[in-house]
Protein backbone atom coordinates (compact mmCIF):
# COMPACT_ATOMS: atom_id res chain seq x y z
CA UNK A 1 0.00 0.00 0.00
CA UNK A 2 3.17 2.19 0.30
CA UNK A 3 4.26 1.81 -2.84
CA UNK A 4 4.39 4.26 -5.73
CA UNK A 5 4.21 2.47 -9.53
CA UNK A 6 5.81 4.88 -12.13
CA UNK A 7 5.87 4.19 -15.75
CA UNK A 8 7.90 4.33 -18.53
CA UNK A 9 11.30 2.90 -17.12
CA UNK A 10 12.90 4.94 -19.75
CA UNK A 11 11.55 7.73 -22.45
CA UNK A 12 12.62 8.97 -25.28
CA UNK A 13 10.88 12.31 -27.36
CA UNK A 14 11.89 14.08 -30.14
CA UNK A 15 12.63 17.66 -29.53
CA UNK A 16 9.08 19.84 -29.51
CA UNK A 17 6.92 16.72 -29.09
CA UNK A 18 5.18 15.83 -25.22
CA UNK A 19 6.77 13.82 -23.02
CA UNK A 20 4.11 11.79 -20.18
CA UNK A 21 5.19 10.00 -17.41
CA UNK A 22 2.82 8.44 -15.00
CA UNK A 23 2.48 7.03 -11.36
CA UNK A 24 -0.20 5.45 -9.46
CA UNK A 25 -0.50 4.74 -5.95
CA UNK A 26 -2.80 3.02 -3.12
CA UNK A 27 -2.93 4.46 -0.19
CA UNK A 28 -5.99 7.29 -0.11
CA UNK A 29 -4.03 8.83 2.70
CA UNK A 30 -1.83 10.50 0.87
CA UNK A 31 -2.72 14.12 -0.24
CA UNK A 32 0.79 15.83 -1.57
CA UNK A 33 2.39 14.56 -5.02
CA UNK A 34 5.37 16.04 -6.25
CA UNK A 35 7.28 15.82 -8.71
CA UNK A 36 11.28 15.96 -9.30
CA UNK A 37 13.64 16.26 -11.67
CA UNK A 38 17.21 15.05 -11.68
CA UNK A 39 20.43 15.56 -13.60
CA UNK A 40 23.42 13.26 -13.22
CA UNK A 41 25.73 14.12 -10.03
CA UNK A 42 22.82 16.49 -8.57
CA UNK A 43 20.34 16.34 -5.98
CA UNK A 44 16.62 15.76 -7.05
CA UNK A 45 15.34 19.34 -7.22
CA UNK A 46 11.15 19.96 -6.99
CA UNK A 47 9.91 20.61 -10.51
CA UNK A 48 6.12 20.82 -9.62
CA UNK A 49 3.79 19.48 -6.84
CA UNK A 50 -0.22 18.71 -6.72
CA UNK A 51 -3.03 18.21 -3.95
CA UNK A 52 -5.88 15.92 -4.59
CA UNK A 53 -8.41 19.33 -4.43
CA UNK A 54 -7.32 19.98 -8.13
CA UNK A 55 -7.28 17.62 -11.16
CA UNK A 56 -4.41 19.80 -12.79
CA UNK A 57 -1.52 22.07 -12.42
CA UNK A 58 0.44 23.84 -14.75
CA UNK A 59 3.66 25.59 -14.45
CA UNK A 60 5.34 26.28 -17.91
CA UNK A 61 6.07 23.71 -19.71
CA UNK A 62 5.31 21.06 -17.00
CA UNK A 63 1.76 19.97 -16.32
CA UNK A 64 0.41 17.56 -13.38
CA UNK A 65 -2.68 15.78 -13.85
CA UNK A 66 -4.73 14.20 -11.44
CA UNK A 67 -7.34 11.48 -11.25
CA UNK A 68 -7.78 10.97 -7.49
CA UNK A 69 -10.73 8.18 -8.16
CA UNK A 70 -8.16 5.93 -10.18
CA UNK A 71 -5.45 6.83 -7.87
CA UNK A 72 -2.82 8.02 -11.01
CA UNK A 73 -1.15 11.37 -11.77
CA UNK A 74 0.76 11.79 -14.31
CA UNK A 75 3.17 14.73 -15.63
CA UNK A 76 3.45 16.32 -19.15
CA UNK A 77 6.08 18.59 -20.41
CA UNK A 78 4.88 20.30 -23.51
CA UNK A 79 8.14 20.93 -26.18
CA UNK A 80 10.13 19.13 -24.92
CA UNK A 81 13.58 20.06 -25.25
CA UNK A 82 17.34 18.29 -25.12
CA UNK A 83 17.99 20.27 -21.60
CA UNK A 84 14.47 18.30 -20.08
CA UNK A 85 17.23 15.37 -20.31
CA UNK A 86 16.96 13.89 -16.53
CA UNK A 87 15.60 11.47 -14.83
CA UNK A 88 11.97 12.77 -13.19
CA UNK A 89 10.53 11.08 -9.95
CA UNK A 90 7.37 11.24 -8.71
CA UNK A 91 6.44 10.96 -5.11
CA UNK A 92 3.77 10.90 -2.51
CA UNK A 93 3.45 12.13 0.61
CA UNK A 94 1.41 12.92 3.99
CA UNK A 95 0.98 16.62 4.25
CA UNK A 96 1.03 16.10 8.43
CA UNK A 97 2.91 13.97 10.89
CA UNK A 98 5.44 12.36 9.37
CA UNK A 99 6.24 14.23 6.02
CA UNK A 100 7.72 11.08 4.62
CA UNK A 101 8.12 10.58 1.23
CA UNK A 102 7.56 7.77 -0.58
CA UNK A 103 9.41 8.14 -4.36
CA UNK A 104 8.52 5.89 -7.58
CA UNK A 105 11.15 4.19 -9.53
CA UNK A 106 12.21 6.98 -11.89
CA UNK A 107 11.85 7.51 -15.56
CA UNK A 108 14.84 8.43 -17.82
CA UNK A 109 14.36 10.49 -20.12
CA UNK A 110 16.43 11.56 -23.08
CA UNK A 111 14.83 14.42 -25.22
CA UNK A 112 16.61 14.13 -29.06
CA UNK A 113 17.88 16.69 -30.37
CA UNK B 1 13.06 26.98 -0.42
CA UNK B 2 16.51 25.93 1.02
CA UNK B 3 20.33 25.98 0.00
CA UNK B 4 21.49 22.84 0.97
CA UNK B 5 25.38 21.55 1.17
CA UNK B 6 26.85 18.56 1.93
CA UNK B 7 29.85 17.53 2.62
CA UNK B 8 31.95 15.74 1.89
CA UNK B 9 30.54 15.60 -2.06
CA UNK B 10 32.29 12.26 -2.51
CA UNK B 11 34.60 9.91 -1.08
CA UNK B 12 36.64 6.41 -1.19
CA UNK B 13 36.69 4.55 1.54
CA UNK B 14 37.54 0.92 2.75
CA UNK B 15 36.12 -1.83 4.10
CA UNK B 16 35.31 -1.97 7.78
CA UNK B 17 35.87 1.75 8.12
CA UNK B 18 33.11 4.66 8.55
CA UNK B 19 32.26 7.76 7.23
CA UNK B 20 30.62 10.81 8.61
CA UNK B 21 28.25 12.94 6.33
CA UNK B 22 27.67 16.31 7.45
CA UNK B 23 24.81 18.20 6.27
CA UNK B 24 23.97 21.78 6.35
CA UNK B 25 20.75 23.76 5.75
CA UNK B 26 21.01 27.79 5.23
CA UNK B 27 17.75 28.17 7.54
CA UNK B 28 16.18 26.43 10.17
CA UNK B 29 13.84 23.50 9.35
CA UNK B 30 11.86 21.13 11.44
CA UNK B 31 12.90 18.03 9.68
CA UNK B 32 15.96 16.39 7.86
CA UNK B 33 16.14 13.49 6.23
CA UNK B 34 18.83 10.58 4.90
CA UNK B 35 18.22 8.85 1.78
CA UNK B 36 20.04 6.65 -0.40
CA UNK B 37 20.05 6.33 -3.93
CA UNK B 38 21.67 3.14 -5.85
CA UNK B 39 23.45 3.69 -8.88
CA UNK B 40 20.57 4.01 -10.99
CA UNK B 41 18.19 3.24 -8.88
CA UNK B 42 15.18 5.30 -6.65
CA UNK B 43 15.82 6.81 -3.08
CA UNK B 44 15.14 4.76 -0.41
CA UNK B 45 14.73 7.05 2.69
CA UNK B 46 17.07 5.70 5.96
CA UNK B 47 15.55 8.08 8.26
CA UNK B 48 14.07 11.01 9.80
CA UNK B 49 15.97 13.33 12.41
CA UNK B 50 13.90 15.77 14.16
CA UNK B 51 16.13 18.21 16.69
CA UNK B 52 15.72 17.43 19.80
CA UNK B 53 14.69 13.39 19.76
CA UNK B 54 16.00 10.47 18.43
CA UNK B 55 16.38 10.02 14.64
CA UNK B 56 13.73 7.86 13.18
CA UNK B 57 14.53 4.82 11.25
CA UNK B 58 13.11 2.95 8.26
CA UNK B 59 12.85 -1.12 7.88
CA UNK B 60 15.80 -2.12 6.68
CA UNK B 61 18.12 0.28 8.61
CA UNK B 62 19.39 0.45 11.68
CA UNK B 63 20.93 3.05 13.78
CA UNK B 64 24.07 0.96 14.70
CA UNK B 65 24.73 1.08 10.77
CA UNK B 66 23.56 4.16 10.32
CA UNK B 67 24.22 6.73 13.45
CA UNK B 68 22.40 10.20 13.14
CA UNK B 69 22.63 13.50 14.78
CA UNK B 70 20.96 16.86 14.70
CA UNK B 71 21.89 19.44 16.83
CA UNK B 72 20.56 22.18 16.03
CA UNK B 73 18.21 23.09 13.40
CA UNK B 74 20.05 23.87 10.66
CA UNK B 75 22.66 20.84 10.75
CA UNK B 76 22.47 17.31 10.90
CA UNK B 77 24.95 14.33 10.09
CA UNK B 78 24.70 10.91 8.96
CA UNK B 79 27.51 8.08 9.68
CA UNK B 80 27.69 5.00 7.52
CA UNK B 81 29.61 2.47 9.84
CA UNK B 82 31.95 -0.76 9.20
CA UNK B 83 31.33 -0.01 5.80
CA UNK B 84 30.99 -2.87 2.75
CA UNK B 85 31.15 -2.39 -1.18
CA UNK B 86 27.40 -2.70 -0.49
CA UNK B 87 27.48 0.55 0.74
CA UNK B 88 28.43 2.30 -2.45
CA UNK B 89 25.95 4.78 -3.00
CA UNK B 90 24.65 7.84 -3.33
CA UNK B 91 23.40 9.48 0.42
CA UNK B 92 21.05 12.60 -0.02
CA UNK B 93 19.86 14.65 3.07
CA UNK B 94 16.83 16.76 2.11
CA UNK B 95 14.72 19.06 4.62
CA UNK B 96 11.20 19.74 4.86
CA UNK B 97 8.49 20.13 7.97
CA UNK B 98 5.75 22.70 8.81
CA UNK B 99 7.75 25.75 7.96
CA UNK B 100 6.82 25.08 4.23
CA UNK B 101 3.35 26.34 2.76
CA UNK B 102 2.87 22.60 1.52
CA UNK B 103 5.04 19.78 2.24
CA UNK B 104 7.80 19.99 -0.01
CA UNK B 105 11.18 18.51 0.86
CA UNK B 106 14.62 19.98 -0.91
CA UNK B 107 17.26 18.24 -1.38
CA UNK B 108 21.29 18.43 -1.44
CA UNK B 109 23.28 17.86 -3.82
CA UNK B 110 24.62 14.45 -2.49
CA UNK B 111 27.73 12.33 -1.13
CA UNK B 112 29.12 9.94 -3.73
CA UNK B 113 30.63 7.22 -1.97
CA UNK B 114 32.57 4.35 -3.27
CA UNK B 115 33.34 1.76 -0.57
CA UNK B 116 36.42 -1.03 -1.66
Known amino acids: QQQVKQSPQSLIVQKGGISIINCAYENTAFDYFPWYQQFPGKGPALLIAIRPDVSEKKEGRFTISFNKSAKQFSLHIMDSQPGDSATYFCAASYSSGTYKYIFGTGTRLKVLA | ?116
Request: glycine letters at 6%; a neutral charge; hydrophobic letters at 30%.
Open chain 2, 1 to 116: SAVISQKPSRDICQRGTSLTIQCQVDSQVTMMFWYRQQPGQSLTLIATANQGSEATYESGFVIDKFPISRPNLTFSTLTVSNMSPEDSSIYLCSVGGRQYSYNEQFFGPGTRLTVL
